[in-house]
T-cell receptor, first 113, second 115 residues
Framework: GQNIDQPTEMTATEGAIVQINCTYQ??????LFWYQQHAGEAPTFLSY????GLEEKGRFSSFLSRSKGYSYLLLKELQMKDSASYLC??????????????FGKGTKLSVIP | NAGVTQTPKFQVLKTGQSMTLQCAQD?????MSWYRQDPGMGLRLIHY???????DQGEVPNGYNVSRSTTEDFPLRLLSAAPSQTSVYFC??????????????FGPGTRLTVT
């Protein structure tokens, strides 16, 4: 089976840094995605990690440790518009099933002034 | 490019009615999928397709049918709507050989209520 855990909710202050954790136990691993989803909207792609280490993209960074089954999304210089749900998703399969993603339940981040 | 489009945006059905949710993409993606999103449950895969003429079941397929006659279109059919199918439905597409990318692009969603 597939199991992906994220905190349900987090609150952080505008201008601060927040780290959203994701742990996974899946039947296989071929990459991990982070998506952002504003209320009432579709998820949008943030990052994709396949190898261990930190990937930085502007104010957002994503880290992966395959041996620990662990990833985090780091958001710096928080802005009010960062209030959204953040979804962690794993590609468990390779080959013909490699397009499938298994999603965690998402972390709702509230940014306060 | 329009990306992934879905119609309708909102729909109310009575129990037992059938309907088709439409999904189309213009990015020449091989892979298309349907998810439902319920509060506290995250995105759950209903059905997916790895190319025209090929479909398979995901995590929660019961009560839904799909077909993929063209690369562009992937409709989802509700056979006999039940209140448990009240949800937000997202269509997504992924993978272009040219881009060698597995990023999934989501449509805007269909909000379905079954009474």
């Amino acid at each position: 089976g597939q199991n992906i855990d994220q905190p349900t909710e987090m609150t952080a202050t505008e201008g601060a840094i927040v780290q959203i954790n994701c742990t996974y136990q899946t039947s296989g691993f071929n990459g991990l995605f982070w998506y952002q989803q504003h209320a009432g909207e579709a998820p949008t792609f943030l990052s994709y990690n396949v190898l261990d280490g930190l990937e930085e993209k502007g104010r957002f960074s994503s880290f992966l440790s395959r041996s620990k089954g662990y990833s985090y999304l780091l958001l710096k210089e928080l802005q009010m518009k960062d209030s959204a749900s953040y979804l962690c998703a794993v590609r468990p399969y390779s080959g013909a099933g490699s397009y499938q993603l298994t999603f965690g339940k998402g972390t709702k981040l509230s940014v306060i002034p | 490019n329009a990306g992934v489009t879905q119609t309708p945006k909102f729909q109310v059905l009575k129990t037992g009615q059938s309907m088709t949710l439409q999904c189309a993409q213009d990015m020449n993606h091989e892979y298309m999928s349907w998810y439902r999103q319920d509060p506290g449950m995250g995105l759950r895969l209903i059905h997916y397709s790895v190319g025209a003429g090929i479909t398979d079941q995901g995590e929660v397929p019961n009560g839904y049918n799909v077909s993929r006659s063209t690369t562009e279109d992937f409709p989802l059919r509700l056979l006999s709507a039940a209140p448990s199918q009240t949800s937000v439905y997202f269509c997504a597409s992924s993978y272009s050989r040219a881009a060698n990318s597995y990023e999934q692009y989501f449509g805007p969603g269909t909000r379905l209520t079954v009474t």
